[in-house]
């Protein structure tokens, strides 16, 4: 597509229960990246993907957090039983470099709201 | 380690007022990419300039001015005679090794008409 496209751009969900966050990339950016954005405060980094890879997964914050990639495109960013802590705008962005030293471009984001 | 201040939190200009958002950076690093984001109210991330380690030139594209100097770690962002639509979050952010972009916290600026 022309832009990054995240969905649901909505999400509101009760505590305890599942979300997944879905994010389609620009065709052909092998670089793929998953932030979280609170209210107020700047981006925090969960997750970088090159291809279907993911070699660094440093910033997602607990083992209820877990991303995948398949065929090179498409990646789902699941949160399992959810805390209120877990509400935010969660960002995708794809960029087309192998080292992060080109720009990354950014989807309109996903906000969860756990209740 | 990596890191990006954005000292100013907040910034209010008055329209065609010049503004200068400061950024200053950390890194061991010899190679290193600087980026700028705007964040409008419509909350989607804008990439606006993406400046190398090697490259200090200072760049110019219409209001805008980026002003690199390695000297004193800093990659700082005028715009000039500022306008309504300029008001919006705007991000600093450095990319050393590539897996991850480190972001600023952000200064929020408002034009006032």
């Known amino acids: 597509g022309a832009g990054v496209s995240q969905s649901p751009s909505n999400k509101v969900t009760e505590k305890g229960k599942d979300v997944e966050l879905r994010c389609d990339p620009i065709?052909?950016?092998?670089?793929l990246y998953w932030y979280r954005q609170s209210l107020g405060q700047g981006l925090e980094f969960l997750i970088y993907?090159?291809?279907?890879?993911?070699?660094?997964k440093s910033g997602l914050p607990s083992d209820r957090f877990s991303a995948e990639r398949t065929g090179g495109s498409v990646s789902t960013l699941t949160i399992q039983r959810t805390q209120q802590e877990d509400s935010a705008v969660y960002l995708c962005?794809?960029?087309?470099?192998?080292?992060?030293?080109?720009?990354?471009?950014f989807g309109q984001g996903t906000r969860l709201t756990v209740v | 380690a990596q890191k990006v201040t954005q000292a100013q939190t907040e910034i209010s200009v008055v329209e065609k007022e010049d503004v200068t958002l400061d950024c200053v950076y950390e890194?061991?690093?010899?190679?290193?990419?600087l980026f700028w984001y705007k964040q409008p109210p419509s909350g989607e991330l804008v990439f606006l300039i993406r400046?190398?380690?090697?490259?200090?030139q200072n760049e110019i594209s219409g209001r805008y001015s980026w002003n690199f100097q390695k000297s004193t770690s800093s990659f700082n962002f005028t715009i000039t005679a500022s306008q309504v639509v300029d008001s919006a979050v705007y991000f600093c952010?450095?990319?050393?090794?590539?897996?991850?972009?480190?972001f600023g916290t952000g200064t929020s600026l408002t034009v006032i008409p």
């Open positions: 890194t061991r690093d010899t190679t290193y990419y």
């Open positions: 962005a794809s960029s087309a470099g192998q080292r992060g030293w080109t720009e990354a471009f």
């Open positions: 400046r190398n380690s090697f490259d200090e």
């Open positions: 065709s052909g950016h092998t670089a």
């Open positions: 993907f090159q291809g279907n890879s993911a070699p660094d």
């Open positions: 952010a450095l990319s050393v090794t590539g897996n991850q972009f480190y």
